[in-house]
T-cell receptor, first 114, second 114 residues
Framework: DSGVTQTPKHLITATGQRVTLRCSPR?????VYWYQQSLDQGLQFLIQ???????AKGNILERFSAQQFPDLHSELNLSSLELGDSALYFC?????????????FGSGTRLTVV | AQTVTQSQPEMSVQEAETVTLSCTYD???????LFWYKQPPSRQMILVIRQEAYKQQNATENRFSVNFQKAAKSFSLKISDSQLGDTAMYFC???????????FGKGITLSVRP
């Protein structure tokens, strides 16, 4: 157990729908990162939050949004889902805004859009 | 922008033998960090080893070691005495201190044969 908790582990939904993925960072970590892993795009950075504020943005679609709450858990909202959004979504956390020894990853949420 | 290239999509090695996984990267930065992550069938992203670009000494973690060639922008992973539990996807990743984003390669699937 890495200490980073992601729920749900699996999610199947239809095109056009909206889903919310949840991440609880490791105790004491203030930064949360979201990554998408798909067969064609590989692992891509989506967005980072630090202590409730957006810190960095990557290849995140406009249909996607995220936030970090006062208790430091984060949610990734995916709307108007398309077949191509099917992927493994990872959350990772770190104590600060930068961690030279890498992050701690959760076990991911497998999203299948049908 | 940084890019990370893993040109070998898959490799196979006999148990107890040694295998080397290749990775090259492109950056104009002088200070950065390189990582190898392991993703077993459980999907968990596990940090295997890290290298700081300003350190000339190659990093070593038990059976895992790297060959870091800064001028050639090469960062290969050597796994000695391969074990069945080493079967996984391995990702090479790059990070610069000013930007906490991890840039990943496409990954390589390693199979360890009994």
């Amino acid at each position: 157990d890495s200490g980073v908790t992601q729920t749900p582990k699996h999610l199947i939904t239809a095109t056009g729908q909206r889903v919310t993925l949840r991440c609880s960072p490791r105790s004491g970590d203030l930064s949360v990162y979201w990554y998408q892993q798909s067969l064609d795009q590989g692992l891509q950075f989506l967005i980072q939050y630090y202590n409730g504020e957006e810190r960095a943005k990557g290849n995140i679609l406009e249909r996607f949004s995220a936030q970090q709450f006062p208790d430091l858990h984060s949610e990734l909202n995916l709307s108007s889902l398309e077949l191509g959004d099917s992927a493994l979504y990872f959350c990772a956390s770190s104590p600060g805004t930068f961690r030279s020894d890498g992050y701690t990853f959760g076990s991911g949420t497998r999203l299948t859009v049908v | 922008a940084q890019t990370v290239t893993q040109s070998q999509p898959e490799m196979s090695v006999q148990e107890a033998e040694t295998v080397t996984l290749s990775c090259t990267y492109d950056t104009s930065e002088n200070n950065y960090y390189l990582f190898w992550y392991k993703q077993p069938p459980s999907r968990q992203m596990i940090l295997v080893i890290r290298q700081e670009a300003y350190k000339q000494q190659n990093a070593t973690e038990n059976r895992f070691s790297v060959n870091f060639q800064k001028a050639a922008k090469s960062f290969s992973l050597k796994i000695s005495d391969s074990q069945l539990g080493d079967t996984a996807m391995y990702f090479c990743a790059f990070m610069k201190p000013s930007n906490s984003k991890l840039t990943f390669g496409k990954g390589i699937t390693l199979s360890v044969r009994p």
